[in-house]
């Protein structure tokens, strides 16, 4: 699974973090990391992680 | 006849709520009808991306999900009335459309402020059309501007207007403090100060009694007599349910519409609430039902009430556990941001300052008989996310009943 962010619209709310902890994190500033290519086996939670996103910056590419 | 599932209202709640019928494995027709002409999309850049003219309609509009393509979308269409027992309801073109099941997310609209005076130059911010149109009149040189409310709304537009280089903003509110009801005076000062270093005037414990001007807003008289000069005047006074096309069916719709543990309506499993619009009991609390009004209830609603209603057009009346979010929400004003999880609002008798300090970054705890029952973070996004770290603790505990 190919995961997208959209850093220009990430406001570092980090929602995606709660949904995905596999593949969402936050660093010591605050600031969004991501994994850009997850198992499949996760696709559940990242769709979750997509789905809170206060400015819907996360896309699934398949 | 094929099946239908017919949702009304064509915000984030009934687009989340499509989605959610079909992952939880409903394949029959699906409908959703909305009075706005647009796709769902994101409201809460309105009051500030939008206002600012930094979000275009494209980086606003919700990407429905795949699952969700042969659903069909009925929007400059309203549902005036319903008539559950028949188990139909009725468009604003007069015609009739038969459910088998129904999905209230009609959401709300603002609350529009009584008082005598003209109504040309008064604003609301719930609508992308309405955002447009303060937007206009805001970036007018010497814009004059009133803010009633000050709430997290009337905060966030005041902020954007003096971002955009709007010299006289001027919030006013019958309150003593910003944003005190849902968080308290510790934070309320905090965030007062704040807006006022940052050129916010503000008229607090005084209420409006009405608008000078005759065809146009010219100024806001307030109860102790002065009189607000105004070109612009933006009302944030809260909101109102969208229900009026529910009565009828005996319904308690006192304030939106009331459901059970499962969100379903007027104890009848084939009607359901999502959104702004249900009223529902949060057992992880007091069991006491309200309407709550963050980004996250629509998609938390749809996706518990989604399978509740699929399991029940079904056949299968195995009941789910009861629905209880953990609430959070958020607020973005002149370049801080206030992050909460929790509920703040049960603990405003013992509040606690956890790290940092209201001069700077902050974080605040809320107690119920000692127990930590809400968190808010104010300042920059690394307080922010020392917040989520209570939030484990938050959810492992039904918290306490006040």
Same mark, same amino acid.
Request: proline letters at 18%; charged letters at 25%; hydrophobic letters at 30%.
């Given at each position: 699974m190919k995961v997208v962010v959209d850093m220009n619209k990430c406001?570092?709310?980090?929602?995606c973090v709660f949904a995905a902890p596999d593949v969402f994190s936050m660093d010591d500033d605050g600031h969004l990391a991501y994994v850009?290519?997850?198992?499949?086996?996760?696709r559940e939670e990242v769709e979750e992680a997509a789905d809170v996103c206060p400015l819907q910056a996360i896309r699934i590419e398949d | 006849m094929t099946a239908r599932i017919l949702v009304a209202g064509a915000s984030l709640g009934g687009l989340r709520a499509a989605e959610q019928l079909r992952a939880a494995g409903w394949t029959g027709a699906v409908t959703v009808v909305g009075?706005? !002409?647009? $796709?769902p999309y994101n /409201?809460? !850049?309105?009051?500030?991306e939008v206002l600012a003219g930094k979000a275009p309609f494209a980086s606003l509009a919700f990407t429905p999900k795949a699952a969700a393509q042969d659903v069909e979308w009925r929007l400059g269409?309203?549902?005036? %009335? %319903?008539r559950l027992t028949e188990r139909t309801v009725t468009l604003d073109d007069g015609s009739t459309v038969a459910y088998d099941g129904l999905v209230v997310a009609t959401g709300v609209r603002p609350r529009r402020l009584r008082?005598?005076? !003209?109504? #040309?130059g008064r604003h609301m911010v719930r609508t992308l059309a309405q955002a447009r149109n303060l937007r206009d009149e805001l970036t007018r040189p010497g814009a004059r501007v009133v803010v009633v409310g000050a709430g997290f709304i009337g905060c966030e537009v005041a902020a954007t207007a003096v971002g955009l280089g709007v010299a006289e903003v001027t919030v006013v509110d !019958?309150?003593?403090?910003? $944003?005190?009801?849902?968080?308290?005076?510790l934070l309320a000062r905090a965030l007062l100060r704040r807006h006022e270093e940052r050129g916010v005037r503000f008229a607090l414990g005084v209420g409006v009694t009405g608008f000078e001007g005759e065809? /146009?807003?010219t100024g806001v008289r307030l109860a102790d007599g002065a009189v607000l000069p105004a070109d612009v005047v933006v009302e944030s006074v809260g909101s109102v349910a969208?229900?009026?096309?529910?009565?009828?069916?005996?319904? #308690?719709?006192? #304030?939106?519409v009331l459901t059970d543990e499962q969100l379903?309506?007027?104890? /009848?499993?084939e009607v359901i609430a999502v959104g702004d619009v249900a009223r529902f009991p949060n057992a992880r609390y007091d069991g006491v039902p309200r309407r709550v009004e963050h980004w996250s209830i629509p998609t938390d609603t749809a996706k518990h009430a989604a399978k509740a209603l699929v399991a029940h057009l079904g056949g299968s009346d195995k009941e789910l556990a009861p629905f209880t979010p953990l609430p959070t929400f958020w607020s973005d004003q002149h370049g801080f941001r206030l992050q909460s999880f929790g509920a703040p609002v049960l603990g405003l008798d013992d509040v606690r300052v956890? #790290?940092?300090d209201p001069e700077g970054d902050v974080l605040v705890g809320y107690h119920v008989d000692g127990r930590l029952t809400g968190v808010v973070a104010l300042g920059g996004h690394a307080v922010a996310t020392s917040a989520a770290r209570y939030r484990a603790q938050l959810l492992k505990q039904p918290a306490p009943t006040s």
């Open positions: 406001q570092d709310h980090g929602q850009p290519d997850p198992d499949d086996a996760l | 009075d706005e !002409p647009h $796709m /409201r809460p !850049p309105l009051s500030k269409t309203k549902v005036v %009335a %319903a008082c005598p005076g !003209p109504l #040309d !019958p309150l003593p403090l910003p $944003m005190v009801g849902p968080l308290g005076p065809d /146009r807003v969208n229900v009026e096309w529910l009565e009828d069916n005996g319904l #308690d719709l006192s #304030d939106g379903r309506v007027g104890g /009848r499993p956890l #790290d940092g």
